[in-house]
């Protein structure tokens, strides 16, 4: 799935998507719930992958990489849907892990 926030700079995006020490926002919740899930279900194997990126001044920014390859490109294809070419992702396997990739990808943001 894919969570999107659009609006005016100082709208309250990132709290709303991040949160804080004491109230945690959509995407630490989201992934609390996916794991949850996960933990609850037998007999099945689950591959998570998370990336994090940002539009900026109408640039798409891969905010997991060191290695700023410029604008990224939005594409669609019959069979993966409509993706970010050469967008990072990273497997992970708990919420400890999506904590590190949200660290790594609010140290890369713009604004």
Known sequence: GTIFAYGQTGT????TMEGSADQKGVIPNAFEQ??????????KHFLVRAS???IYN?????????????????????DKGVY?????TVVVKGVKDIDNVMAVGKKARTV
């Not at 996916?34 to 007999?43: G, P, V, Y």
């Not at 109408?58 to 019959?78: C, S, W």
């Open 12 to 15: 309250g995006k990132t709290f």
């Open 52 to 54: 994090y990126l940002e």
């Open 34 to 43: 996916i794991f949850l899930s996960i933990a609850s279900s037998k007999n």
């Open 84 to 88: 970010v070419k050469d967008l990072n």
């Open 58 to 78: 109408e640039e798409i920014r891969d905010l997991l990489t060191k290695e700023h390859k410029g604008k990224l490109e939005l594409k669609e294809d019959n």
